[in-house]
């Protein structure tokens, strides 16, 4: 079984900055794309950004130039980094990885359970 655990969600004001980081652990043997989603009241669930264990990232085009996801894979954690928060990054974030326990099954999907991002205007 594997966790995710996210941290650094906060009420923050119209331009300010946040640092999202999610732990993954449990039985691990690799961890490939690593990514964060958010959800908004009333709206689907969307990528924010991805990033995949040989570095390559993927942003939504909201929040490209503002928001960096990076990612520690000898800690088996993902960064999401936010600068120029708007109130439209209101939302509940939330971490994905696409883990590996063993090499007899592939990669699952796993989620954590959110942390709430707010931004005031």
């Known amino acids: 079984q594997v966790q995710l655990v996210e941290s650094g969600g906060d009420l923050v004001q119209a331009g300010g900055s946040l640092r999202l980081s999610c732990a993954a652990s449990?039985?691990?043997?690799?961890?490939?794309?690593m990514g964060w989603y958010r959800q908004a009241p009333g709206k689907q669930r969307e990528l924010v950004a991805t990033?995949?264990?040989?570095?390559?990232?993927n942003y939504a085009d909201s929040v490209k130039g503002r928001f960096t996801i990076s990612r520690d894979n000898a800690k088996n954690t993902v960064y999401l980094q936010m600068n120029s928060l708007k109130p439209e990054d209101t939302a509940v974030y939330y971490c994905?990885?696409?883990?590996?326990?063993?090499?007899?099954?592939?990669?699952?999907?796993?989620w954590g359970q959110g942390t709430q991002v707010t931004v005031s205007s």
């Open positions: 994905n990885a696409g883990v590996r326990e063993s090499l007899v099954v592939y990669y699952k999907d796993y």
């Open positions: 990033i995949r264990s040989g570095g390559p990232t």
């Open positions: 449990g039985s691990i043997f690799s961890i490939n794309r």
